[in-house]
């Protein structure tokens, strides 16, 4: 993927175009894995972009800001969904809803492994699931994940280190 560099002698909307055509699909497929549906992921991002649009300011280094932002998003819609199932449960007591549907082509997809453990990423803790979609999805390093989560590397490193056990123990590999 195309890295992108602030310049600016750019206009914003260039900067923004630059960030669409290079890291659109990475930042979808982030969310995809954040909020679990493709609809969703992409209303995330082009939400995103669309704030980016026609700001006056533009970060330093927008790529870790607009990975922060699509997060963010994320975060808010895991919020949203969180309130509505909980109305839901005291609604309909009697009825269990399945919170995350797949939908066909998905299911058609994943292998049955796989399904194991997105299962188990979306059972871990916000934080943890964070660093690990974006440490083994988008392979960002420690520093970037740093920026990118407002963290420091060792809280990085710490966070991945009891992702990744808590995701054997959940699958029931060794540790």
């Known amino acids: 993927m195309a890295a992108v560099v602030s310049d600016s002698r750019l206009a914003p909307d260039s900067t923004v175009a630059q960030l669409f055509r ?3 699909g990475e930042l979808v497929r982030l969310a995809l894995l954040m909020v679990g549906d493709l609809a969703t992921a992409e209303d995330v991002v082009q939400d995103v972009y669309a704030s980016l649009h026609g ?3 533009e970060p330093e280094d927008p790529l870790p800001y607009v990975r922060a932002a699509v997060l963010n998003g994320c975060r808010s819609v895991l919020r949203r969904r969180g309130v509505a199932h909980r109305v839901t ?5 009697s009825q269990r809803h399945d919170q995350a549907l797949a939908s066909a082509e998905s299911e058609v997809i994943l292998s049955e492994d796989r399904r194991q ?9 916000r934080r943890r699931r964070e660093v ?3 440490r083994y999805y988008l ?3 420690e520093a970037e994940i740093a920026a990118v989560l407002g963290i420091s590397a060792g809280t990085v490193k710490s966070t991945a280190a009891r992702a990744l056990a808590a995701l054997a123990r959940d699958l ?3 540790s």
């Open 172 to 174: 029931g590999e060794p």
């Open 55 to 57: 700001r006056t300011r």
């Open 132 to 134: 690990l979609v974006l």
């Open 89 to 93: 449960l005291v609604h309909r007591a």
């Open 22 to 24: 290079g890291h659109h």
């Open 139 to 141: 392979g960002l390093s």
């Open 117 to 125: 453990v997105l299962a188990a990423l979306a059972r871990l803790p």
